[in-house]
């Protein structure tokens, strides 16, 4: 029924808009119409300003590029504070799947709940930052590159260490940001410069916060809200190209939090780390 309303909500709006909105998406549309599944719709540009409406969980979503095999990549909004933060899962799959469940479990959580997003606060997630490394359960992008290393940092190369592996030609990329999948987050976050970035990992159970402004501070306050041990530095090898790296060297203030297993989400421990952060985030702007 609800499938109905919305073809007959967007046969309107496409009869009242085709000629005044170019950018409209009418593809994704019809991919909706022909097989009924689930996609983002830009037709509902008329409610979300220049965002995407996404039927998958009604909320406006910005899509910010595509993969290399073409996969969206939408990064979710809620409230409309002037203090952004980001959450990020997925930018490893595979083994680390349980980072984009979680980000997926927390979107839902506070979609169903939006008024516990304080007012000064802006909330996006970015649920999915390796759509196709989640679709085809690889740990990196679907032509081998780690997407954490492969980011702007003084100590970036082409061949990144790996644990199991030693050195892997190629996983680093061609050059920083030369996947899509980076580039288009990199550029999304230069545009908005959210006030702190968390991104999800598994699995050593650990919370690390680069050294810009007070993403140690919040680190501490995610980790003793979720029980996981805080960390200053990586100990076991030399990362480079990393994410939380480059937001150092851009200034922002970046979380990297690992959750203690690859199997579950450990979601209330999460949603605990994740109000946590929200509430002493909204406090602080309130002084
Ligand atoms: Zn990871």
Not at 67 to 93: A, C, M, W, Y
Not at 103 to 130: C, D, H, M, R, W
Not at 134 to 143: D, G, L
Not at 262 to 283: D, M, P, R
Request: net charge negative; hydrophobic share 35%; charged share 20%.
């Amino acid at each position: 029924m609800l499938r109905v309303i919305v073809t007959i909500i967007f046969l309107t709006i496409v009869s009242l808009n085709s000629s005044s909105s170019p950018g409209m998406k009418t593809s994704s549309a019809m991919l909706f119409l022909s097989s009924g599944a689930p996609r983002y719709y830009s037709f509902f540009n008329v409610l979300c300003d220049d965002k995407i409406y996404s039927l998958d969980f009604l909320a406006c979503a910005t899509r910010i590029g595509e993969s290399i095999q073409g996969r969206d990549i939408n990064i979710f909004e809620i409230g409309s504070g002037p203090v952004k933060i980001l959450f990020i899962g997925g930018l490893h799959t595979g083994r680390e799947d349980n980072t984009r469940l979680l980000a997926g479990e927390i979107l839902s959580y506070f979609l169903g709940k939006p008024n516990e997003v304080q007012s000064a606060i802006t909330l996006y997630i970015l649920p999915n930052a390796n759509p196709d490394g989640a679709a085809n359960k690889t740990h990196n992008n679907s032509r081998g590159v780690d997407l954490n290393r492969n980011w702007p940092t003084q100590n970036w190369r082409s061949d990144p260490y790996h644990p199991s592996y030693g050195r892997v030609d190629g996983a680093g990329g061609a050059s920083a940001l030369s996947e899509p999948e980076t580039k288009s987050l990199y550029n999304f976050i230069l545009e908005k410069r959210p006030s702190i970035i968390f991104s999800w990992h598994s699995r050593a159970g650990i919370v690390e916060g680069n050294d810009i402004g007070f993403a140690s501070e919040l680190a501490e306050v995610y980790a003793r809200a979720a029980q996981y041990t805080q960390i200053y530095e990586w100990p076991y090898y030399e990362v480079t190209g990393a994410f939380g790296n480059a937001m150092e060297e851009a200034g922002i203030p970046a979380v990297d939090i690992e959750l203690s297993t690859y199997k579950n989400t450990e979601f209330k421990k999460n949603l605990k780390g994740v109000n946590a952060v929200l509430n002493h985030i909204s406090q602080g702007s309130r002084q």
